[in-house]
């Protein structure tokens, strides 16, 4: 397990300093081969695929 109470640490010292993590935009990731090919075959997938968040769309 991590130490939670140092990666609090951590953070509040970054945002202190003014640093900053750039998030991607999810128009930036590509979209693998496999998953291309099932929206191709199957639209309602890509329909239900699209109406997920963002991280359940990385989890997926």
């Not at 929206?39 to 329909?47: I, K, S, T, V, Y």
């Amino acid at each position: 397990m991590k130490n939670t109470h140092g990666i609090l640490i951590q953070q509040k010292d970054n945002v202190q300093a003014g640093l900053l993590v750039e998030k991607k935009k999810t128009e930036r990731y590509t979209v693998p081969e496999e998953l291309q090919q099932q929206f191709d075959e199957n639209p309602a997938f890509q329909a239900a695929f699209e109406v997920l968040t963002p991280g359940r769309q990385r989890n997926a």
